[in-house]
């Protein structure tokens, strides 16, 4: 992943202080995920927070699926961005 990448990625989590090398850890399965942190939490930031050629960019392609999985969409706020994502997730 790209430092501007990483940067992007550690910006979303503004609220709490986690290093951004956790984050890709846990993104790229190279660390065991907590409870507070796990893949699934960083999707759903991820879609809440970003377009959708940036989400691209931060998640390592043999994950898009897991990323818009239903467990994860399930977890957006609202009706339209659920939508939005399986729809988009037909395409991957």
């Given at each position: 992943?790209q430092?501007?990448s990483?940067?992007?990625l550690?910006?979303?989590f ?12 846990v993104l ?5 995920p ?18 959708w ?12 699926k897991e990323a ?8 957006l706020?609202?009706?339209d961005l659920k939508?939005?994502?399986r729809?988009?997730r037909?395409?991957?």
């Amino acid at each position: 992943m790209q430092k501007e990448s990483k940067r992007n990625l550690s910006r979303l989590f503004w609220d709490v202080n986690i290093p951004e090398e956790k984050l890709v850890s846990v993104l790229n399965g190279t660390i065991e995920p907590t409870p507070y942190l796990n893949a699934s939490h960083i999707y759903s930031r991820l879609l809440m927070s970003t377009d959708w050629y940036e989400f691209l960019s931060l998640v390592p392609k043999s994950k898009w699926k897991e990323a818009v999985s239903e467990d994860v969409i399930a977890k957006l706020p609202t009706a339209d961005l659920k939508e939005r994502y399986r729809y988009a997730r037909k395409f991957l």
